[in-house]
């Protein structure tokens, strides 16, 4: 491969990443026609039918055409297990092969956020941002809207499993609600997806094709970011490739790193931008010192309790017989609705672990299925899972880099149960999953645990299941934190600039604080359009 770069010509903005954040500020940024955006991402199209048919996350993830195909370190709180950690290796991002739930957190998050000093980021102040996209099928009061390109419906398939594991809830004290989404969401519900008519509606979908015959913004796939270019303390543009060749890319305005929580501080590290002593093991020349790029690293670990049940209709049983699963498939061709339409959980529970948190610290996601693990098959016979993750996890992991070579993947080490409190609120939650199993409603289905087993009882063999049977739930974030000027751990200001350096951001997840309570793809959306007015704003000044 050549050194030299070749000239990429000159644009406004200069986005890497075409992931959830990505698209959005395309599509925001690109509004002006006077204004030109470029918009890099490595991955490719979304030209294969399972990006659309919303069950398509079984076959998408662990398959490197929409993967990364990324796996963390070996981790110690995890019985020394390497986990798969899916990305979306396409536009869209993993809002292309995610579970398509629409979740903002809880109110308290954002809350949290401003009490740390980030002016502008309480639930007041981010609500009209989650509000600006958002395309509710049903909008009722002051918490949904309808006519934005973020399309939001209720599930088009239910079961009888799920019916009753509600009904059991209930009797446990976990009381059946509305919505999710109005800053409260102790309780039982449905999930809301991000779907239209029983097809996946992806950030590429709802923000990016809408406007990519606009002449001023242009995409490239299927490129790679080597690192930011600097002149000084301030990012002028961008050093890609694509193949054997390289390029270099101007930005007048700034240059904007929207390529996620794993990619976005490898980028950082890449340009000179982190630890320095760190940067000098693999001979990267310093531009800035910021000692928190790639710490901070905070996912949502799911334990996946596995029940067994007859007398009731699962996916796990409907694809195993050859006449049902034509069905479902005959039912989606014709209607968009049945299993073929399915989120991976339909379900949700948000509740305490113990009377010591005020706000729900626990998220169920409940499933007519079982497997192993996602991306294995279906188990061969009828089950459904108690997934349950800790909101709130007090474990902090880190990215890094495993070498000089853009092209390496990144070391990621989410550091799972790493603290005294995560290991207490990973044993009370399967505990509390037990409870509301064995409720009356689900009696006549004769629930029997499979997983971790009935003979797992004190809290050691509680604890050894959670490391066997936990994997992430996908919600990597923080690794390019905002925080205040005190604090020598923060990114990034309260306006998603990189400290110390002009004309560079870092608009996705990586720039949370702390991590959401509940799925965190529509408020990575949020933190994107109030990140687009921000630098709308900055421009004008």
Excluded at 121 to 140: R, S
Excluded at 352 to 377: I, M
């Amino acid at each position: 491969m050549s050194d030299q770069a070749q000239d990429f010509g000159t644009y406004d903005y200069v986005i890497a990443g075409a992931g959830s954040a990505g698209c959005l500020l395309a599509n925001r940024l690109s509004a002006d026609p006077k204004t030109r955006v470029l918009l890099l991402e490595a991955g490719g199209q979304d030209n294969w039918i399972w990006f659309h048919i919303p069950v398509g996350y079984l076959f998408a993830i662990g398959n490197p055409r929409a993967d990364w195909m990324f796996e963390t370190e070996a981790e110690e709180g995890l019985a020394g297990r390497r986990l798969a950690y899916p990305r979306g290796k396409v536009i869209g991002g993993s809002s292309a092969i995610n579970a398509m739930i629409y979740m903002r957190g809880q109110a308290a998050d954002y809350e949290g956020w401003r009490q740390l000093g980030l002016t502008g980021w309480g639930w007041d102040d981010v609500l009209p941002y989650f509000l600006a996209h958002e395309d509710h099928m049903k909008p009722e009061g002051e918490h949904h809207r309808a006519g934005g390109e973020w399309r939001v419906e209720h599930p088009r398939v239910r079961w009888d499993i799920l019916d009753a594991i509600r009904e059991a809830g209930a009797a446990a004290g976990v009381a059946p609600i509305r919505d999710f989404n109005s800053g409260d969401n102790a309780g039982s519900s449905y999930f809301q997806v991000n779907q239209r008519a029983g097809r996946r509606v992806s950030a590429a979908r709802a923000f990016l094709k809408p406007v990519l015959k606009r002449p001023n913004l242009r995409l490239e796939t299927g490129v790679e970011v080597e690192r930011v270019t600097f002149e000084g303390k301030r990012a002028t543009g961008l050093i890609f490739r694509r193949g054997a060749e390289r390029f270099a890319v101007r930005a007048q305005g700034e240059v904007i790193l929207a390529t996620g929580a794993v990619a976005s501080p490898k980028i950082l590290q890449l340009s000179g931008i982190g630890d320095p002593e760190m940067l000098r093991s693999f001979g990267i020349p310093l531009a800035h010192v910021l000692r928190g790029v790639g710490e901070n690293l905070q996912d949502h670990l799911q334990i996946r309790p596995v029940f067994k049940v007859s007398g009731v209709r699962t996916l796990n049983t409907d694809y195993a017989n050859l006449i049902r699963r034509a069905g479902m498939g005959l039912e989606y061709a014709l209607f968009r609705k049945g299993a073929l339409t399915m989120a991976p959980s339909q379900l949700g529970m948000f509740a305490r672990s113990s009377e010591a948190y005020a706000t729900p610290n626990l998220q169920f996601h409940f499933q007519p299925l079982s497997l192993d693990k996602w991306g294995d098959g279906l188990h061969p016979f009828g089950a459904f899972t108690a997934s349950v993750c800790n909101l709130r996890p007090t474990s902090r992991g880190r990215i890094r880099l495993a070498s000089a070579d853009p092209s390496a993947k990144p070391l990621i080490a989410p550091h799972y149960l790493s603290t005294e409190e995560d290991r207490r609120v990973a044993i009370d939650s399967v505990r509390l999953a037990r409870r509301i199993v064995a409720q009356h409603p689900l009696a006549r289905f004769h629930p029997l645990e499979f997983r971790p087993g009935p003979q797992a009882q004190t809290d050691e063999a509680l604890l050894q299941a959670a490391a066997e049977l936990a994997t992430t739930i996908f919600h990597p974030v923080g690794t390019a934190a905002m925080g205040p000027a005190d604090d020598p751990r923060s990114v990034l200001d309260e306006r998603l600039r990189v400290r110390g350096i002009q004309g560079l951001r870092v608009i996705d997840a990586s720039a949370m604080p702390r991590i959401t309570s509940g799925n965190t793809n529509s408020p990575t959306l949020m933190i994107a359009e109030k990140g687009a007015a921000m630098v709308l704003e900055d421009a004008k000044r």
